[in-house]
């Protein structure tokens, strides 16, 4: 099946810190890619979706000066979480949309801000 | 709103049992719907997708699901279970064509030996 790549699995900052999240579709080329967090014993929340070569859109409540992405090719789409807080650690999931809609998952990557 | 429910939350089995996951959809127009599978401590797997044509869908692992348009529904099925099968299940959909997904709250299931 489809691959879907996040790096880091895990980071961990200080609050005002800057982290950038990579997501990649390893063997196909996804004109959209999703970016959700997952918050304990919770379903995933969409938070936006990623074309490329286009602004992202967000989810009513998710800020976009806060959570910046960028997808700046077919196969790469980038979150970046400005000024870390301790309330923004999370597990962020990214997904990837190949030709038949069908959404392919990443890994996730957990995000600790002290 | 669209939403999509499973209302089993917590389903314990033992192996050879069979399972059927229950998932429903609210109306919205066209509708795709998926099922996705995660294993402890790994990521969301595409198990199965419905876009058109035959509403039996067999997906990966033995697992298949039945669209039923009348009911709005979509329910996962496995004849019989595996220990291997220990995961937590989510129903999605999108609709109109649209690419948000819509997530079920997921259902844990256990599979003793």
């Known amino acids: 099946g489809a691959v879907v790549s996040q790096h880091p699995s895990r980071v961990i900052c200080k609050s005002g810190t800057s982290v950038k999240i990579e997501c990649r579709s390893l063997d196909f080329q996804a004109t959209t890619m999703f970016w959700y967090r997952q918050f304990p014993k919770k379903s995933l929340m969409l938070m936006a979706t990623?074309?490329?070569?286009?602004?992202?859109?967000?989810e009513q409540g998710v800020e976009k000066d806060k959570f910046l992405i960028n997808h700046a090719s077919l196969t790469l789409s980038t979150l970046t979480v400005t000024s870390a807080h301790p309330e923004d650690s999370s597990f962020y999931i990214c997904s990837a949309q190949d030709p038949t809609r069908a959404q392919y998952f990443g890994p996730g990557t957990r995000l600790l801000v002290l | 709103a669209q939403s999509v429910s499973q209302h089993n939350h917590h389903v314990i089995l033992s192996e050879a049992a069979s399972l059927e996951l229950g998932c429903n959809y609210s109306?919205?127009?066209?509708?795709?719907l998926f099922w996705y599978v995660q294993y402890p401590g790994q990521h969301l797997q595409l198990l199965l997708k419905?876009?058109?044509?035959?509403?039996l869908v067999k997906g990966i692992k033995g697992f298949e699901a039945e669209f039923i348009k009348s009911k709005f529904s979509f329910n996962l099925r496995k004849p019989s279970v595996q220990w291997s099968d220990t995961a937590e299940y989510f129903c999605?959909?999108?609709?109109?064509?649209?690419?948000?997904?819509?997530f079920g709250g997921g259902t844990r299931l256990m599979v003793k030996p």
């Open positions: 419905y876009f058109s044509g035959d509403p």
């Open positions: 990623s074309n490329e070569g286009s602004k992202a859109t967000y």
């Open positions: 109306y919205g127009g066209t509708v795709n």
């Open positions: 999605a959909a999108s609709y109109n064509a649209g690419n948000m997904l819509t």
